[in-house]
């Protein structure tokens, strides 16, 4: 049995306490969310906090609304809240998409987005997610609020933008007209984290042209989206050869090592079919939004 180095242990009562905890305990404090990827590097003892403040009775981070043309989307909300969202699936498909594919239901009713996106895996399937949408991430601090776009926010494998004595607050989303996005991946076994997935989002101007593109890949070592290849697509009809050649751009961006999920030449080939998927279902989500 692996148990973790001693540590202490708060609950924070709303938002502006968490910050405080933080503010008092220092460097050796650490938020816990649902605790799916923090409790088990404790246990390796690849995490070490010497506090733990549990934010998991902040109500007010538990949210999914409409505010304009943005959905908001609180960072202790629960991967089942997401995948249960008829705005979400109506609005973003790929985060629905994302989630059927997350662990298991038992990882899912507790696990958040805010902790997917602070834990930073580069295997996690909502970092790519965001990545595609351009999310902007609202982080909440000792000096006030402010909002980093999600190509700032991941700073690398494990890193980024919130700073120890921050927290990630919510994530906004903005909804644009005549667009689709779509998520795939390839695992072992279901509920196993991925040996490739592909994430893309594409909007459509008024003559079903090209307006907007974004695609991304999870686990072969890609730093946010693909520009090269989402400048294939853009001003172009959605087209079978458009997809091809963008996935080959892709493909070929992307770092893959092997390891126990498999060779380099395997994750290759998985990183160039996955975006011509979600690159042809996006552009059909796209379309049939658009005739709506
Ligand atoms: C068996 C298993 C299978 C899994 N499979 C997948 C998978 O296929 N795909 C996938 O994407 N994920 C997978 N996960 C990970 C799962 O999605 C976790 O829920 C997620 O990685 C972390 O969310 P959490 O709420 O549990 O975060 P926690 O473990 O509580 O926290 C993770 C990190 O984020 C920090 N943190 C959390 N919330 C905040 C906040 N609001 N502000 C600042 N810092 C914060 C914590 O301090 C910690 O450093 C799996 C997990 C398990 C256990």
């Not at 404090?29 to 733990?52: D, N």
């Not at 899912?108 to 399937?125: F, H, K, V, W, Y």
């Not at 919510?170 to 592909?198: C, H, L, N």
């Amino acid at each position: 049995m692996q148990i973790p180095a001693p540590f202490d242990y708060e609950r924070a009562s709303d938002v502006a306490n968490a910050l405080a905890l933080l503010e008092r305990h220092g460097p050796e404090s650490r938020i816990i969310a649902g605790g799916h990827s923090l409790l088990p590097m404790m246990k390796l003892r690849l995490a070490r906090p010497e506090w733990l403040i549990d934010i998991n009775d902040l109500a007010e981070l538990e949210f999914i609304r409409r505010e304009g043309d943005q959905l908001v989307v609180g960072a202790l909300t629960r991967h089942t809240a997401l995948l249960e969202s008829a705005d979400v699936a109506e609005l973003f498909p790929i985060i629905r998409d994302a989630e059927q594919v997350i662990a298991d239901p038992v990882v899912r009713n507790r696990g958040t987005i805010g902790g997917s996106l602070c834990q930073a895996d580069p295997a996690e399937d909502l970092s790519t997610v965001c990545d595609v949408l351009r999310a902007h991430a609202v982080i909440r601090g000792p000096d006030g609020e402010r909002i980093v776009a999600m190509s700032d926010f991941h700073r690398g494998p494990y890193e980024t933008a919130v700073a120890q004595n921050e927290l990630l607050y919510e994530i906004r989303f903005t909804v644009r007209p005549r667009s689709g996005s779509a998520y795939e991946k390839v695992e072992r076994r279901v509920g196993d984290w991925a040996v490739v997935a592909a994430g893309a989002a594409v909007g459509l101007s008024a003559d079903g042209t090209v307006e907007e593109a974004a695609i991304g890949l999870t686990a072969v070592a890609l730093d946010g989206t693909v520009p090269e290849a989402e400048a294939v697509l853009r001003g172009q009809q959605p087209h079978e050869d458009l997809f091809v050649e963008a996935a080959r751009i892709a493909a070929a961006a992307c770092n893959p090592v092997a390891d126990q999920r498999g060779p380099v030449d395997y994750k290759r080939h998985l990183a160039d079919e996955l975006t011509r998927r979600v690159l042809r279902r996006a552009c059909a989500r796209a379309t049939a939004a658009q005739e709506g």
